[in-house]
């Protein structure tokens, strides 16, 4: 028999394996390696398409196109007051979901948090990149949703932000055309060129994949029960979307799209949380649907 290769030192393959082992040889290092997994939800890594597009460029825009759609409804006497029972209520929610949103986007500490309600039929909400919140009227009316469940919308619109999932598409949008140009077209970095792409509408139209939504279900799913808020609600309200789709589709599923699967992940999941929101202080107000009609 030809004898075993004595390894040799200089080899880098061979310097990581005696690098780690000194690591493990370290004191604590063995307890580290042993850490149960983190309590909550389990969630893939972040796109690598995201890096194509600077953040605080995105963020940027969003909050031009945010600012102009609310504009729009003021004027149209479509917005809602700071007074209104309503809006109080999706601050009231906002506010204690936000303390949570760093833990998935560190970003999302300095971010200057917005909640506005439209009075509008669309059954819809979304949250922009840097934190920009909006709920219509339909959405709270036509669902007569309970806090919990508004909540559980909430989370789910905060995640595609915190997760990034805009910036990931246009960087996608980036990659597949092979070029550049198409961030300078979209960034321009020129008034003309920025009015031509209209970044802060193209981030309102976007269609989320499969994965961005499962992961809006869960990891909102998680910022809700942490907040105080019944996980159990998330299987009440797409219950809720599936019964309204049956006539005309609401906005909310059309950028949003069901699968068979939804509920029964959803349904997976909630053990993973329910001992968050058992722990969680609960809310000390609680606020009820809008009137019907």
């Known amino acids: 028999m030809t004898p075993a290769a004595t390894p040799d030192p200089a080899d880098p393959a061979r310097r990581r394996l005696l690098a780690a082992g000194a690591l493990l040889a370290q004191p604590g290092a063995a307890a580290l390696?042993?850490?149960p997994p983190r309590e909550g939800v389990q969630v893939?890594?972040?796109?690598?398409?995201?890096?194509?597009?600077?953040?605080?460029?995105?963020e940027a825009e969003a909050?031009?196109?945010?600012?102009?759609?609310?504009?729009?409804a003021r004027a149209a006497r479509r917005l809602a007051p700071p007074e209104h029972v309503q809006l109080r209520r999706l601050v009231m929610i906002s506010t204690r979901l936000r303390p949570f949103a760093g833990m998935w986007n560190p970003r999302a500490i300095a971010w200057q948090w917005e909640v506005n309600l439209i009075?509008?039929?669309?059954?819809?909400?979304?949250?922009?990149?840097?934190?920009?919140?909006?709920?219509?009227?339909?959405?709270?009316?036509?669902?007569?949703?309970?806090?919990?469940?508004v909540a559980m919308v909430m989370g789910h619109e905060m995640t595609h932000a915190l997760r990034e999932h805009g910036?990931?598409?246009?960087?996608?949008?980036?990659?597949?055309?092979?070029?550049?140009?198409?961030?300078?077209?979209?960034?321009?970095?020129?008034?003309?060129?920025?009015?031509?792409?209209?970044?802060?509408?193209h981030l309102l139209s976007l269609k989320y994949s499969r994965d961005d939504e499962t992961e809006a279900d869960?990891?909102?799913?998680?910022?809700?029960?942490?907040?105080?808020?019944?996980?159990?609600s998330a299987l009440s309200l797409w219950r809720k979307m599936?019964?309204?789709?049956?006539?005309?589709?609401?906005a909310f599923l059309s950028d949003h799209p069901s699968n068979p699967?939804?509920?029964?992940?959803?349904?997976?999941?909630?053990?993973?949380?329910?001992?968050?929101?058992?722990?969680?202080?609960?809310?000390?107000?609680r606020f009820g649907p809008p009137l019907a009609g």
Request: aromatic content about 6%; overall charge positive; charged content about 20%.
């Open 33 to 35: 390696a042993q850490a």
């Open 44 to 58: 893939g890594p972040r796109s690598s398409f995201e890096s194509l597009v600077p953040a605080a460029q995105i």
């Open 63 to 72: 909050a031009r196109g945010y600012r102009e759609m609310i504009a729009q």
């Open 119 to 149: 009075n509008s039929p669309q059954v819809n909400a979304f949250c922009m990149p840097g934190g920009k919140i909006a709920f219509y009227w339909g959405i709270l009316a036509r669902l007569q949703l309970t806090d919990d469940e």
């Open 167 to 201: 910036r990931s598409q246009i960087g996608k949008q980036v990659a597949t055309q092979g070029t550049i140009a198409l961030l300078a077209g979209l960034f321009g970095w020129s008034n003309a060129s920025r009015q031509a792409a209209n970044v802060g509408g």
């Open 218 to 232: 869960l990891i909102g799913l998680e910022l809700a029960a942490r907040a105080g808020y019944d996980p159990r």
């Open 242 to 250: 599936e019964e309204a789709s049956k006539g005309a589709p609401p």
């Open 261 to 285: 699967d939804r509920l029964h992940t959803i349904a997976a999941n909630i053990p993973r949380v329910q001992g968050l929101f058992e722990r969680a202080p609960k809310p000390e107000q």
